[in-house]
């Protein structure tokens, strides 16, 4: 099941991060992403989607924390 993890920029524009055959992998890797704390402004949020099926398993809308300062 190749799971892919992307990132949304703007309402429109989305970019993805990585794509994983290994669903620990992904949890592991989106997980680091949800915590991650200097995500650029535009970046409003990281999904994971099972690209076989086209189905979103988990979105998470950025919070104030995880945006940069600058």
């Known amino acids: 099941m190749p799971l892919e993890i992307a990132v949304r920029q703007g309402p429109q524009s989305t970019e993805s991060i ?22 650029h402004q535009n970046v ?6 099972d690209t076989e099926k086209n189905k979103c398993l988990a979105q998470y809308a950025l919070q104030d924390f995880n945006h940069s300062e600058g």
Do not use: H, K, Q, Y
């Open 18 to 39: 990585g794509v994983f055959d290994d669903l620990e992998d992904a949890l592991t890797e989106f997980n680091e992403l949800i915590n991650r704390r200097n995500w």
């Open 44 to 49: 409003t949020t990281i999904s994971l989607t």
